[in-house]
């Protein structure tokens, strides 16, 4: 059995694609491909009940147990970690984003970060909504009420909140008149801020915009 064990990490983790590409579980495969391509391109470690909403994973989003299972399905590429998924080795990662694992990929990272941004815009434009946390005290410190605060409606949008707009970045993505960012900004500006606040990332709020701000492109238009 030593002796048949491919020589190297590439060849072993190339390996560990092709049986997993080869279950006979179409759909799961399927699933899994996405999962890899999320925690690749992810900006920190993703909380399990995180992984289902922003890889798109119909129905999963809280089913626990089905996503433990598909996490059991990757490969071994993914090991979890009091409610965390994490690779199970840096290499893991780099095989994805440089060697022959770049194959689970549609596009290229630039597109599938794009991709990932305008998925995470989605969910905040599904989910974000005036005092979302339903805290009837638009005035009140945060540092005064925290304890008293439900934060279960920023669940699943925490990772949203805070890294679309790197993502946006990492896609090359520029922003112009009544275009989806624009759109909701337009909509949502003041409750993604809000929400940012209630998560105690209203500082990181502002390094956001500064790079939005870079990323708008300038109409010459007037009204």
Not at 6 to 31: H, I, T
Not at 64 to 75: F, T
Request: glycine share 4%.
């Amino acid at each position: 059995m030593l002796e048949t064990f491919p020589e190297g990490l590439e060849p072993l983790y190339s390996r560990m694609m092709d049986q997993l590409q080869n279950n006979k579980r179409k759909k799961a495969v399927q699933f899994c491909l996405k999962i890899l391509c999320i925690v690749t391109l992810a900006f920190r470690p993703l909380q399990l009940n995180e992984i289902g909403v922003i890889a798109g994973l119909e129905d999963l989003y809280s089913d626990v147990q089905a996503l433990q299972d598909l996490l059991n399905s990757c490969g071994s590429f993914l090991t979890l970690r009091e409610e965390v998924v994490y690779f199970v080795h840096q290499s893991a990662k780099d095989y994805f984003t440089i060697g022959k694992g770049l194959g689970i990929f549609l596009s290229n990272l630039t597109e599938a970060h794009a991709e990932i941004a305008y998925r995470l815009l989605q969910l905040l434009d599904m989910t974000l909504r005036r005092d979302i946390c339903n805290l009837q005290k638009p005035g009140a410190l945060l540092n005064e009420s925290k304890s008293s605060v439900n934060q279960e409606p920023l669940t699943y949008i925490r990772y949203a909140c805070c890294y679309w707009v790197q993502h946006l970045q990492e896609g090359e993505t520029r922003s112009q008149d009544n275009d989806y960012v624009h759109k909701f900004l337009q909509k949502h500006f003041l409750h993604w801020l809000e929400a940012l606040s209630l998560m105690g990332n209203l500082s990181n709020g502002a390094v956001l915009v500064k790079a939005l701000e870079a990323m708008v492109t300038v109409s010459n238009q007037f009204y």
